[in-house]
């Protein structure tokens, strides 16, 4: 069995890992470090939770052990496709590099400029960054990237399917054409054979597990939900998914809720709290603060459930996640494989769940063509799916508010009607047409000889006959 010390690493670099307390390296780590210490380009695919970060990280402090970084000019570049991923690469380079003189500098959104200025300033040996905050301070001038020996693009397939293209060709092409270039990636889309074949020169492929597959330490289950009523189907899908928590019991540790829409994240992070559940929402649009702070109440047990978007399926290094929950089917089938990664991680074993509505079929056919097997089906925890759920004031929109039109409708139609009865004994009156203004007065009101419409304080004058006024 090969170990860590049969890879020719920097000694330095074997006490740190010795200290975090690895001894064997896994498959992609004795299949990747070899050709990269070599100098060669290297393509590597393995499914996620299988330690692709220090594939890549263990070699990259190796090399760069000897030298110096000139200001501005970094002499390596990891990109990520998120912030908590760069997050998590910078956390590693920090537990294998400690006793190596090498600086890095994280570059990432939410993040002050002038922070991130003063690191680049300095010189940096390894810069990890996400491509949008990199390419702002290119174009700002405070980054030059011609000197760049190494560079490595993680979760390659996740930065294609996110729209990073043009910035990744963007980036290479500032960078150095004799640089090394390590892509590192759970699954391999067509589209990145041609990507390869751009910018990799003759890789080193390391292909540790077929591609796409689930962890077989992983227990999937999926329930089929059609809602009772299509304006009832949000609400009672939230239900079913209380009842799933519920019903794993003691054996759910901690667990994340993987939605597709911002929106829904926190939605549903709302709705487990208004019930009872430690609960919270991460996705990209929240402050980066906010973010880091989730996350790090996530990871050491301070909360049980993490309602996340796609933005937390790549990187999260959590070891102990016990479940994970599929909201939504993802609308990419690669994503199911990266989201259920979460869990059974480091040889642990881990449930995956999923709630499939009917206009998801589609998505979840496609999800088991690409894993080549069929997820189970699992009963749904609530008896029946038409049972009314209970109202969530919390989370509905409020009601639309009615037009004056509208109110006055509902007013005539919530008046008192007359019993049919009654109505039927009345002589039935014809009004009568009139040709005179809208101040006239009616038949009745002329021959009554009453003067209408002057109240109580009438002057006396106004009531005396016209032969009155005239003797007068």
């Known amino acids: ?58 070699p990259l402090i190796t090399l760069l052990a000897r030298g110096r970084a000139r200001a501005r000019m970094p002499r390596s570049l990891v990109l990520c496709p998120t912030r908590e991923l760069a997050a998590q690469v910078a956390e590693n380079f920090d537990v294998y590099a400690k006793h190596v003189k090498l600086t890095k500098a994280l570059l990432i959104g939410g993040v002050s400029f002038n922070e991130q200025d003063k690191l680049i300033d300095k010189g940096v040996d390894v810069l990890i960054a996400t491509p949008g905050r990199l390419l702002d301070h290119f174009e700002r001038g405070k980054l030059i990237l011609s000197d760049v020996k190494i560079m490595v693009v993680d979760e390659a397939d996740r930065m294609l399917d996110m729209g990073f293209i043009p910035d990744i060709e963007r980036i290479f092409g500032l960078t150095p054409f004799t640089r090394q270039t390590l892509f590192f990636s759970a699954t391999m889309a067509s589209e990145i054979e041609r990507i390869t074949n751009t910018f990799l020169s003759a890789p080193a492929r390391v292909e540790v597990a077929r591609q796409a597959t689930t962890g077989e330490n992983i227990t999937q289950g999926v329930v089929m939900f059609k809602g009772s009523r299509k304006d009832r189907e949000a609400s009672e899908k939230r239900r079913v998914l209380r009842a799933m928590i519920d019903a794993e019991g003691e054996k759910l540790t901690n667990a994340i809720i993987f939605c597709n829409r911002k929106m829904d994240v926190d939605i549903v992070a709302k709705s487990l709290k208004k019930y009872g559940y430690d609960a919270a929402p991460i996705h990209g649009d929240l402050d980066q603060s906010q973010r880091t702070r989730t996350l790090e109440g996530f990871r ?45 991680r480091a040889g642990r074993d881990g449930a995956a769940m999923m709630i499939c509505v009917p206009r998801d079929e589609k998505n979840l056919a496609d999800i088991e063509a690409l894993v080549q097997k069929q997820i189970p089906r699992i009963d749904n925890p609530v008896a029946t799916s038409n049972d009314a759920a209970e109202p969530d004031s919390a989370e509905e929109p409020a009601p639309k508010k009615r037009s004056r039109s509208s109110s006055r409708r ?33 038949d009745s009101e002329r021959g009554s000889g009453k003067v209408v419409g002057m109240g109580d304080h009438m002057p006396s004058f106004i009531a005396l006959s016209f032969e009155e006024r005239r003797a007068g």
């Open 1 to 58: 069995m090969t170990k860590f010390s049969d890879l020719k690493l920097n000694p330095k670099v074997l006490k740190a890992i010795e200290e975090a307390g690895y001894e064997t390296p896994t498959p992609i780590q004795a299949g990747a470090i070899p050709p990269a210490l070599e100098g060669q380009d290297v393509l590597g695919i393995a499914q996620t939770g299988t330690g692709k970060t220090a594939s890549f990280t263990l």
């Open 300 to 344: 050491n047990g301070e909360l049980k459930i993490l309602v996340a978007s796609d933005v937390a399926a790549r990187g999260l290094d959590v070891p102990s996640v016990s479940h994970v929950f599929n909201f939504d089917v993802p609308s990419h089938a690669e994503d199911y494989v990266h989201r259920i990664g979460r869990t059974g």
């Open 410 to 442: 509902a007013a005539k139609t919530d008046a008192p009607q007359e019993p049919a009865e009654a109505a039927a004994a009345k002589p039935a009156e014809t009004p009568r047409k009139s040709s005179r203004g809208k101040g006239s007065k009616s």
